[in-house]
């Protein structure tokens, strides 16, 4: 298999769909023209199902950085005798600006090698594989264009070199000197009822692009004011880079199937949108972002669910809104580290997942002013999943892990069954009349006393996963930040006592005892809920430990290894970069607190904005 981890691999995004490219100059991973559409270049699964790179062929060094506000990849590779820049960049289509970037991308991906100093040879290598792997292509050649088509997918690639085609791939062997430069582009378009790919000028669509990133970071620039606020810029353009921008949709993950445990079996399609991640995610958007995204995001959820009917809700969709994602595997390839199976869709779109009441209803209480008036659609579906918590919150379901064994009585989902309660019930005249919230409010109550007594643990002096339960699950770390208890609760102080106590390893928190590594939203988690709680110091400490757990772009995968560092799971993951955007808000305000209390400011991070008090 190829050698790259999950960490060498850079993002690269152009508002429709994702590819992957690691440090060695390999594009391994690109599925247009939909983030869940079938890949073209799957080298991630197996080294067998497609790849581009472009490489030195001595032996080299390789540095590598986004353009500032930007992601566009540039890698300078070093060698002997001289050092070259490879920049790299998915298209946005030329004078998309602000909000509009991602709308009508041309489906390109360019590639631009410049010469920096002495002369470096390289050799380029083209292995497009259609199907996830499973189609190789013949490859014809007209006017210096390489073409590419098999079944409903085509590729052209045209680049400053010629290519040698041979058994399904092309190759190119060349010397770049200091000031020489040589540019590709590829393009996607579908084999029928289409034109042929666009091919735009190399230098001229990473220009583009660049400007079209910009002109978004720009917007945002003085949305966020507080701590580590580098981190945060990046973190939301991570998230811009995930978003389907024909519906505002944003995805879990780009990828597929990247185990959480390498050679094991938990391997997850996440290139859909979940529900569960929307309310953090508006919170997110709130505070990096603006909420015009927000304001897209909630219509889209309300757009995807319709009207609700007394069948669970739904938990997860297509990113323009599919409900039917059935699962199945692709045996054919052999997974990241041999980990099988390889896994398109996902059947957890099956699953009641109670929590997901409480995502909505909160998110629409974010968004409160936006909604005033109040949709009639938006009015009725917040009505449906109020009337929902209240008539479901005593049945088992799946968690918001997506347990696959058994349904439970999970704490986390009773939780967010009152979370909805009380936003629906704070919303008063606006969402229901006097006899529905005398009837939420009675519900709400009874959440509340039952997670009390069934939730909480005496010998253990924790709330656990589930009522009756023994086990420890960081999921609990939910209840200050929807404001079920206070952090400075006696029992919320224990129970995250006992959490970190029991399923922290070198900062890094496990879901619970049974996790094969530390997953990272709810290490933020525990960073807010410090910050809550008035540990201020201690919540900037496991921040500060935190941001040093990403690859050096910036980027988070799902899980990290305590002992080894490696990034497990799907990559990169929209719910870290999520948590690290919402725990920096939380802590800023934590510090801007303090300061008026009258205690010393806290000391800024090198590099970031004077603390002020979050959006």
């Known amino acids: 298999m190829h050698s790259a981890s999950i960490a060498e691999h850079g993002f690269l995004a152009d508002g429709r769909s994702a590819a992957l490219v690691d440090r060695h100059g390999s594009v391994n991973w690109w599925c247009p023209p939909r983030f869940d559409s079938p890949s073209v270049f799957a080298r991630l699964l197996d080294d067998d199902a497609g790849h581009w790179s472009i490489q030195p062929e001595d032996p080299y060094t390789s540095q590598r950085s986004y353009l500032q506000d930007t992601l566009v990849l540039r890698t300078v590779f070093t060698t002997t005798h001289g050092s070259v820049a490879l920049t790299d960049a998915l298209a946005l289509q030329p004078g998309a600006r602000g909000h509009d970037i991602g709308l009508h991308s041309p489906r390109v991906l360019a590639r631009v090698v410049e010469g920096l100093t002495g002369e470096v040879p390289i050799r380029l290598d083209y292995r497009p594989r259609f199907e996830y792997g499973q189609v190789t292509a013949y490859l014809t050649e007209h006017d210096g264009t390489i073409d ?17 085609r041979a058994h399904g791939n092309a190759t190119a062997n060349f010397t770049v000197r200091a000031a020489e430069t040589y540019r590709f582009t590829l393009g996607h378009a579908p084999t029928y009822d289409s034109d042929p790919p666009a091919l735009p000028d190399a230098d001229q669509a990473i220009a583009a692009t660049v400007a079209g990133w910009r002109s978004w970071a720009d917007l945002h620039r003085d949305q966020y004011r507080g701590l580590f606020a580098d981190q945060v810029r990046r973190s939301a353009i991570v998230l811009q880079g995930m978003t389907y921008q024909p519906s505002g949709a944003i995805v879990a993950a ?4 990247l185990p959480e445990d390498p050679g094991g079996n938990r391997n997850y399609d996440y290139r859909f949108v979940w529900v569960r991640d929307f309310s953090l ?8 972002a603006c909420p015009d995204e927000a304001t897209r995001q909630f219509a889209w959820v309300a757009h995807a669910t319709g009207r609700i009917s007394d069948k669970p809700v739904p938990i997860m969709y297509g990113v323009q ?5 059935t699962e199945h595997h692709l045996d054919h390839l052999r997974g990241y580290a041999d980990s099988r199976p390889v896994t398109i869709g996902n059947d957890a779109w099956r699953q009641r997942q109670n929590d997901v009441l409480g995502e909505v209803l909160d998110a629409a209480w974010l968004m409160r002013h936006y909604l005033d008036p109040m949709p009639p659609d938006v009015r009725q579906l917040l009505r449906d999943l109020a009337d929902q918590a209240a008539l479901t919150w005593r049945r088992p379901d799946a968690g918001m892990w997506e347990a696959r064994d058994a349904e439970r009585h999970y704490v986390s989902s009773k939780v967010q069954c009152w979370t909805a309660l009380d936003r629906a019930v704070r919303f008063g005249p606006r969402l229901g009349d006097r006899t529905d919230l005398a009837r939420w ?6 959440i509340r006393q039952a997670v009390l007594s069934q939730g909480w643990n005496e010998r253990l002096g924790a709330f656990t996963g589930a009522f009756g339960s023994a086990e420890l699950d960081a999921s609990v770390l939910l209840m200050p930040l929807v404001g079920f208890l206070p952090a400075d609760h006696p029992q919320m102080r224990s129970t995250m006592s006992v959490i970190e106590r029991e399923l922290s ?16 939203i709810c290490s933020f988690w525990m960073v807010t809920c410090l910050a809550l709680a008035g540990e201020v110091d201690r919540a900037e400490q496991l921040f500060r430990q935190l941001t040093t757990r990403v690859n050096d772009l910036g980027l988070f995968a799902e899980q990290i290894d305590p002992t080894t560092g490696e990034q497990l799971g799907n990559f990169p993951q929209a719910f870290s970069h999520i948590g690290l955007i919402n725990s920096a808000g939380r802590l800023t305000e934590a510090v801007a607190r303090r300061t008026a209390a009258g205690r010393p400011p806290h000391p800024v991070p090198a590099g970031t904005d004077h603390p002020q008090e979050a959006p």
């Open 321 to 325: 809104g599919e409900r039917d994602l």
């Open 281 to 288: 995610t508006l919170q997110a958007l709130w505070r990096a």
């Open 441 to 446: 409010a009675a519900a709400r109550d009874e």
């Open 254 to 257: 780009a990828t597929t199937s």
């Open 505 to 520: 390893h070198d900062g890094l928190l496990r879901r619970w005892a049974g996790d094969p590594a530390g997953f990272v």
């Open 148 to 164: 590419a088509t098999a079944g409903a997918c085509r590729l052209s690639l045209r680049g400053d070199v010629p290519l040698t």
